[in-house]
């Protein structure tokens, strides 16, 4: 099944700040749901562990990325796949960073494949998950970059199980790294298909 989703928000930050954030995993994998771990393989790539827990996905599972083009302080693209619990997710993702009056504009576009169980929910039943994890992951994602000391932006799995990042349905995390709910002043387009 195909997912595209694109969207933006802005942020009380610098375009240097962001763009750095963005660009390191060990600071951004922090903000999704069911995150246990990040490890940095090399100079682009990046391992992420998460924990599945959503209908009949529970389990641990494994997203592999890699910064294939990098554009300091605009603009980001990750390519990768995730694996875990008989699912799988193949994605490119894309941050572009602007300037605006009030600080930053983040402007992303991601694009997936998902196989396995998780394609077999069906296009409605992911579109609900993705409508839960956008308003999630992009609150977690807005707070951790305005957060005064940055590194109050590396939540803990107790500060996310107590709300920080309350959603469990991590296959589709990173599909929904940085998404926005309209009524929380960030616009949003899924299209699933």
């Excluded at 609150?139 to 940055?150: G, T």
Aim: aromatic fraction near 8%; hydrophobic fraction near 45%; charged fraction near 25%.
């Amino acid at each position: 099944m195909r997912l595209k989703y694109d969207g933006f928000f802005e942020v009380p930050r610098s375009r240097l700040y962001v763009f750095q954030f963005l660009r390191d995993p060990r600071r951004f994998a922090r903000v999704l749901p069911g995150f246990k771990e990040v490890e940095v393989v090399g100079v682009h790539e990046f391992k992420v562990y998460l924990t599945l827990n959503v209908g009949p996905l529970r389990g641990d599972a494994v997203v592999v990325g890699r910064f294939v083009e990098v554009e300091e302080p605009k603009y980001v693209k990750v390519v990768g796949r995730g694996e875990g619990v008989n699912s799988t997710l193949d994605f490119t993702l894309i941050f572009i960073v602007d300037e605006v009056n009030t600080g930053s504009r983040v402007s992303w576009v991601f694009e997936s494949t998902v196989g396995g169980l998780a394609a077999l929910m069906g296009g409605r039943v992911l579109d609900g998950i993705a409508r839960i994890l956008i308003d999630d992951i992009a609150s977690c994602l807005r707070e951790a970059l305005q957060a005064v000391n940055p590194s109050s932006s590396k939540l803990t799995a107790s500060q996310r199980s107590q709300g920080a990042c309350r959603s469990h349905v991590p296959l589709l995390s990173l599909v929904l790294l940085v998404a926005g709910n309209p009524t929380r002043g960030l616009r949003l387009r899924i299209m699933v298909s």
